[in-house]
């Protein structure tokens, strides 16, 4: 079973909103991951959490904020996003670095 | 110079015949290879991946690996309708001998006409 789920698959939130996304996985990967991904454009990398452990963040600014609760979830925090934050939010995972990656279907978040 | 280059298409190619999309990649220190396909409105999905110089084949796809060459290419026989799609190339990134993050492609867009 090659599944990632992600929640919500839709979200609209104002400027002040404070939401959550959420990701799970249950094929026992120890890497798991967030992109962004803009219409005609491909995923642009955002966070790295290895071993449950925060191991890359490609200068993401600080409305955007991750959690690893535990090594089958990860969060994404959102606050204060600006209207070009909307994009296709997706979550991945690998067994590990250099592995091969598998996406959610991704959460379509617009913010007005 | 870009990390991952591919055509940006579109290709166009009638059902039934030979589809190849091709990928370029700057970092000699690579060592995993990665397509996806991605439909209009939906996440990538992970269709083929290969480590080793060669071919690889599964199905109505087959990885082409050339690490001298720095290129890598995908070909898929029998194309069908099913198959219009965007198609990403993906190469892990090496940092200092240690397998790092991927960096895609921009992407080829695929059309298969009936």
């Known amino acids: 079973d090659t599944e990632v789920t992600q929640t919500p698959k839709h979200l609209v939130m104002g400027m002040t909103n404070k939401k959550s996304l959420k990701c799970e996985q249950h094929m026992g990967h120890r890497a798991m991951y967030w992109y962004k991904q803009k219409a005609k454009k491909p995923p642009e990398l955002m966070f790295v959490y290895s071993y449950e452990k925060l191991s890359i963040n490609e200068s993401v600014p600080s409305r955007f904020s991750p959690e690893c609760p535990n090594s089958s979830l990860l969060n994404l925090h959102l606050h204060a996003l600006q209207p070009e934050d909307s994009a296709l939010y997706l979550c991945?995972?690998?067994?590990?670095?250099?592995?091969?990656?598998?996406f959610g279907p991704g959460t379509r978040l617009t913010v007005t | 110079q870009k990390e991952v280059e591919q055509n940006s298409g579109p290709l166009s190619v009638p059902e039934g015949a030979i589809a190849s999309l091709n990928c370029t990649y700057s970092d000699r220190g690579s060592q995993s290879f990665f397509w996806y396909r991605q439909y209009s409105g939906k996440s990538p999905e992970l269709i083929m991946f290969?480590?080793?110089?060669g071919d690889k084949e599964d199905g109505r796809f087959t990885a082409q690996l050339n690490k001298a060459s720095q290129y890598v290419s995908l070909l898929i026989r029998d194309s069908q309708p099913s198959d219009s799609a965007t198609y990403l190339c993906?190469?892990?990134?090496?940092?200092?001998?240690?397998?790092?993050?991927?960096?895609f492609g921009k992407g080829t867009k695929l059309s298969v006409k009936p």
């Open positions: 991945a995972s690998s067994q590990g670095h250099g592995y091969e990656q598998y």
């Open positions: 290969i480590y080793s110089n």
């Open positions: 993906a190469v892990n990134r090496n940092y200092g001998g240690s397998q790092g993050n991927l960096i």
